[in-house]
């Protein structure tokens, strides 16, 4: 699983590499630009990265991926947009196997009882051009609290390798674990979760 976690960039890195720099040209910045609709989350270049500080040393990380969920997008209004996703529990990952194998296990996520986690946007706030803080209740661990992120606009576009109209955002926050029973070696472990998203979305026909 670590190779296979490692090798990941690189493999992005030869994908890029193939790709015609004129393909660059095809992607808008300006979110007014971007087409309107109900957009599927693309689950290959979607990610949700979380870091703790690890007993004072180190700020670890570890990812979730297969991410599923929809977007529903109105570019004259983004008031009006609407997020919802499902992140199975079980994809998580970290340079240590047993690590996480230990996180999907009860004392942690308990992925069994509780296998996915998800996210339902309850507001979106434009705050700057390509900025908007999005609440909305997230539920982990069988609890349901109310979270707010910080999304910025990346880029939209129709997808040189796949040719599917694709937007994508990156959205940053803080949530406490314990707020979601989550308590495993609290506060060596911090309580404090810095999350990390890397959100791709496919335009629907």
């Known amino acids: 699983m670590k190779t296979r976690f490692f090798l990941l960039p690189l493999a992005a890195l030869a994908v890029a590499s193939a790709v015609p720099h004129s393909a660059s040209a095809q ?8 087409q309107s609709g109900t957009y599927n989350v693309e ?9 703790v500080l690890h007993f004072g040393f180190t700020n670890y990380q570890g990812l979730f991926s297969n991410v599923s969920g929809t977007l529903q997008l109105d ?12 992140i199975p529990v079980d994809s998580i990952q970290t340079t240590s196997a047993k690590l996480t194998e230990e996180l999907k296990g009860n004392q942690w996520f308990d992925a069994a009882q509780y296998p996915n986690a998800t996210f339902e946007s309850t507001s979106v706030r434009r705050v700057s051009k390509n900025d908007a803080i999005v ?7 069988g609890v349901t609290k109310p979270e707010t992120l910080k999304v910025h606009f990346i880029g939209a576009g129709v997808n040189a390798l796949d040719k599917k109209y694709t937007t994508g955002f990156e959205a940053t926050g803080t949530i406490k674990r314990s707020d979601f029973g989550v308590k495993m070696y609290v506060p060596y472990v911090s309580d404090a979760v810095t999350l990390r998203i890397a959100g791709a979305f496919e335009k629907q026909d």
């Open 75 to 86: 570019a004259k209004n983004p008031a009006q947009g609407k997020l919802s996703v499902t």
């Open 135 to 141: 609440t909305g209740n997230l539920t982990l661990h």
């Open 27 to 34: 992607v808008v910045t300006n979110p007014s630009q971007v």
């Open 43 to 51: 689950p290959g270049h979607t990610q949700v990265s979380f870091s």
